[in-house]
């Protein structure tokens, strides 16, 4: 029997999803740099992993950014360009990395080198410059060295380091969670500085550069944070009102569940939380509108996904890679696939080896997890328009909680006469039989094209180097009605992408 309806309003368009939507994070952290991208056994003639180069590449990455995260408000990026045997062996103030596992930044991989990455792979870069110990002078002179095409000093140092033509950079971070590990500032206080550093960053592409760089501010959870720092950072005398072009937040949830050791009722809870995303987006937005607009300044995620206890300063943030952290992915990209009118960028963190990263290592191989299938499957909704779903699905109350989980979601995107449409089952314990009404159009069953993950997998599945291949989508088989009603049966934990023309 039916007990999950989805209705796709194909006509009730939301916005185009941007594709930066899909982006990813990587910071001086574990094992994600040096021995995940970098530096390894498994390394070509210029550093890089090539195993890992190759899972991102079909990925198709939109943005990644770098360097942080914390690391990014003590980085000096002068540091980690020019020859590798003359860059300065650094503190890493807050993170133990690589291999060793020390408190140390050797500098290896730096600003040539990540953007390089970014090339090869096909993705846009965004740079965080350094508030909290930095100057604005400092982060004015990382963008003149990534993008000046005259004369100056470090555009020639650009040019000496291997690179002749501007890289281009658009995205530009200025500061990370400076109400924390940024300089534990007041909203105010950051407000202030990000005005200052803005000046000088932002007045560059009035006349050195021949693009425009788009400019973001670090919000937090708390959002009165963000209400006071937009009425700050709006309350000037004189120059642009609003120097920024987006406004972040983290959002990390399951930092006190532990993989291993959860039960059904813990999984509940942990996808429950993952939802509370659109609530921080419907926060964030109604902060930037109480000031200015959304359709002027949007929301960007630059952080997001599962944190579970296993990970730990100590073991570089590692923590096993499940089907239960995916099951979370595609729910939280349906939101943001919900709320694309507001949201410009977001970035799961984090790319490889570290929280809910999307690619594992070893000395040897590389593989992808769970949550790369899941990037994978939503791939197609990128730049497709979203439209409205109205969706009818049982829920489950919470054990000794006062939320409902909603056990079945979806989202869908249209282009060119296709209609994308993903659907999870966010329950862990039974089925559900799905019924799919597209408003005005009658599909026939050979003009869909149906995918599975997961059916053959627990919730609790910890991917590895032996069998990572189970993980990989399926076939889905979807019967069609008189009336071109779609119906599908998904199996516990199960996120399905159907195509139809």
């Known amino acids: 029997m039916t007990d999950a309806r989805i209705t796709v309003h194909k006509e009730a368009g939301i916005d185009r999803i941007a594709p930066e939507v899909h982006g990813h994070f990587s910071e001086h952290l574990g094992r994600c740099i040096y021995e995940g991208i970098w530096n390894s056994d498994s390394t070509d ?15 198709e990455l939109p943005v990644l ?5 914390c690391f990014a408000d003590d980085y000096h990026w002068e540091d980690g360009i020019g020859p590798r045997e003359d860059r300065p062996r650094r503190r890493n103030l807050f993170w133990a990395q690589g291999p060793e596992e020390v408190p140390e930044e050797s500098n290896a991989f730096g600003t040539d080198e990540f953007l390089q990455l970014c090339e090869r792979i096909g ?3 965004y740079l965080a410059a350094n508030v909290g110990s930095g100057d ?9 060295y990534c993008n000046y095409d005259g004369d100056t000093e470090l555009a020639d140092r650009r040019r000496e380091n291997g690179h002749e033509e501007p890289y281009g950079v658009k995205y530009w971070g200025l500061g990370n969670e400076n109400w924390g590990c940024g300089g534990q500032m007041t909203p105010e206080q950051y407000a202030r500085e990000y005005r200052r550093f803005a000046t000088y960053v932002g007045t560059m592409d009035n006349l050195m550069l021949d693009h425009e760089l788009e400019l973001i501010a670090c919000g937090f959870e708390g959002h009165e944070w963000n209400r006071r720092f937009m009425e700050e950072i709006g309350g000037s005398a004189w120059g642009s009102d609003f ?4 406004l972040t937040l983290h959002h990390y949830y399951g930092r006190t569940m532990s993989v291993e050791e959860a039960d059904e009722d813990k999984y509940d809870r942990f996808l429950a939380d993952a939802l509370e995303m659109e609530t921080h987006i419907e926060k964030i937005a109604a902060a930037i509108n109480a000031v200015a607009t ?4 949007g929301v960007i995620i630059d952080e997001w ?8 300063a100590d073991n570089g943030l590692e923590q096993p890679g499940n089907v239960l952290d995916a099951l979370s992915a595609a729910a939280v990209l349906d939101i943001f696939n919900h709320h694309s009118d507001v949201v410009t960028m977001t970035n799961i963190a984090q790319t490889v080896n570290v929280l809910q990263c999307l690619v594992e290592t070893d000395a040897d191989d590389a593989w992808a997890r769970p949550t790369y299938h899941v990037f994978d499957l939503y791939a197609p909704h990128k730049g497709n328009e979203a439209v409205q779903t ?11 909680d006062d939320r409902e989980l909603p056990l079945v979601g979806a989202s869908a995107s249209t282009t060119d006469g296709e209609t994308y449409v993903t659907v999870t089952n966010l329950d862990c314990r039974e089925d559900h039989s799905v019924e799919i009404s597209l408003e005005g159009t009658t599909p026939d069953a050979d003009a869909i094209d149906a995918n599975l993950l997961f059916a053959d997998n627990e919730p609790d599945t910890t991917v590895t180097a032996d069998n990572a291949d189970e993980f990989a989508a399926a076939d889905l088989e979807v019967s069609v009605d008189d009336d071109g009603t779609l119906s599908l049966e998904l199996p516990p934990a199960t996120v399905a992408g159907l195509s139809i023309q």
């Open 65 to 69: 950014r770098w360097p942080g995260g």
């Open 243 to 246: 120097p920024l072009d987006h």
């Open 136 to 144: 604005p002078q400092e982060a004015a002179n990382w963008v003149e």
């Open 123 to 125: 993705t846009e870069p």
């Open 294 to 297: 959304t359709r002027d300044i």
């Open 305 to 312: 996904g599962a944190w579970h206890t296993e990970a730990t």
């Open 45 to 59: 003639e210029d550093g890089f992993r090539e195993d890992v180069v190759s899972l991102l590449d079909d990925l």
């Open 390 to 400: 109205s969706i009818d699905t049982p829920a489950r109350e919470l054990a000794d």
